[in-house]
């Protein structure tokens, strides 16, 4: 006999939402998240357009409403790296890095984005010694000080518009010849006498022993190089799906990306997927949450009757 009906890989609004339905519905379901419930929400100064168009909550706070919820319904929520996921005739297993495992009728994997790295030497060394992800998390760090964020799509314009309420200066380091953030973003960072947007402009160092000093920065039409003062540095060039557990399992896209059919139930009968690892997912905390209670709705209907 399985340990769960269903067990639910992700903490973001997909995977508490699905969480909370299955509970609802009287059967017993494991929520897993690597980090923290609430996943990216939990980076996010607002999370737009929920729960409805034109509404806003800031994003730790609906991340935390909806952990509760699922575990107000009877969800069990378990902190956990997901390291390999196998599909058998009885059941699905679960492993965690821990060592730990579990097994269920079914598995909903809605582990999210993560995000990419720049790519440069010292950016391992120097991650959490000022290299950040998160400014909400870090920006109180940063106050009357420096920092410089690699990016200029809408993550990273928002990211720097909230450091700019904290830090004496803020560079945004874009390579392209603009910044892709949508215009109203734009118009708000051209704005903001604190920043300072470096459009054609590549990092490739981080510079910094113990902790971060500065960011070099190479020009794409000349090459001239410039190391900027900086004491901190966000990285926001995009996002990956979190998809390593399925790699043996299913058949994911160039990107990682996996595909589903109308009922969010992959290649594999009884792994269901939700959320932003879906192919061309719409990317808010609003779709994911629909993402999430339509998979639900697919879990129960595997699983059958009680």
């Known amino acids: 006999m399985a340990d769960f009906d269903a067990i639910v890989i992700g903490g973001g ?15 017993s379901v ?19 357009d929920y729960p409805g168009p034109g509404a806003r909550i800031a994003g730790p706070a609906l ?28 059941a699905k297993a679960v492993s965690l890095a821990d060592g730990a495992a579990y097994t269920a009728g079914v598995v909903i994997v809605a582990a999210g984005l993560i995000p990419k ?28 000080k420096s920092v410089a964020v690699c990016g200029g799509g809408d993550a990273g314009i928002i990211e720097a518009l909230y450091l700019a309420k ?30 300072d947007i470096r459009l054609g402009r590549r990092a490739i160092d981080i510079v910094g022993d113990d902790g971060v000093t500065g960011v070099t920065i190479e020009d794409a039409a000349s090459g001239a190089r410039q190391t900027l003062d900086a004491h901190g540095v966000l990285v926001h060039v995009g996002f ?37 690892i879906r192919r061309d997912a719409a990317r808010s905390a609003a779709a994911a949450a629909e993402d999430g209670a339509k998979a639900a709705a697919t879990a129960l209907r595997r699983l059958g009757p009680k």
């Open 166 to 195: 904290f830090a004496a200066k803020v560079f945004v380091i874009e390579a392209a010849a603009q910044l892709s953030a949508r215009q109203e973003l734009q118009e708000r960072a051209d704005g903001n006498e604190i920043l």
């Open 30 to 48: 494991l929520a897993l998240e690597k980090e923290a419930f609430g996943g990216q929400l939990m980076n996010l100064e607002w999370a737009e």
């Open 63 to 90: 991340g935390s409403q909806l952990a509760d919820q699922a575990e107000a319904a009877g969800a069990r929520l378990e902190i956990g790296r997901v390291d390999e996921i196998e599909s058998y005739s009885a």
């Open 240 to 276: 990956a799906p979190a998809t390593d557990c399925l790699d043996a399992l299913l058949s994911l896209d160039d990107h990682g990306y996996a595909s589903v059919d109308i009922h969010f139930e992959s290649e594999v009968p009884g792994i269901i997927l939700a959320g932003d």
């Open 13 to 27: 609004p997909a995977g508490l939402t699905a969480a909370r339905r299955i509970a609802e519905a009287g059967r």
């Open 117 to 144: 790295p720049l790519g440069v030497a010292a950016e391992a060394c120097l991650e959490g010694k000022g290299v950040i992800h998160c400014a909400v998390c870090d920006a109180g760090l940063y106050r009357d």
